[in-house]
């Protein structure tokens, strides 16, 4: 079984900065991609950010220079550094990743991350 567990989320003031911390808990699993997702009130989830085993990434136009996204293969762990953050950043942000292979799609519970004045 496979848990990813979100962290670092919170609530900041619009121009700040946070991070986002996604771990898988277990052993024995790799992953394809690994990503961040968010879901804002009345708005459906979108894609945030993606990163290949390689280092590859793509980011959603809105987050593109604000937002970085990393992995640590070794410990199954995908980051999003987030900065110059804006109040339409606030949502509920859900990590996301692709079993290597297999191809099974596992999420986070979501953590809520809200920037406000």
């Known amino acids: 079984q496979v848990q990813l567990v979100e962290s670092g989320g919170g609530l900041v003031q619009p121009g700040g900065s946070l991070r986002l911390s996604c771990a898988a808990s277990?052993?024995?699993?790799?992953?394809?991609?690994m990503g961040w997702y968010r879901q804002a009130p009345g708005k459906q989830r979108e894609l945030v950010a993606t990163i290949s085993p390689g280092g590859t990434t793509n980011y959603a136009s809105s987050v593109k220079g604000r937002f970085t996204i990393s992995r640590v293969n070794a410990k199954n762990t995908v980051n999003l550094q987030m900065n110059s953050l804006k109040i339409e950043d606030t949502a509920v942000y859900y990590c996301?990743?692709?079993?290597?292979?297999?191809?099974?799609?596992?999420w986070g519970k979501g953590i809520l991350v809200t920037v406000s004045t």
């Open positions: 277990g052993s024995g699993f790799s992953f394809n991609a």
């Open positions: 996301n990743a692709q079993r290597l292979y297999y191809g099974t799609d596992y």
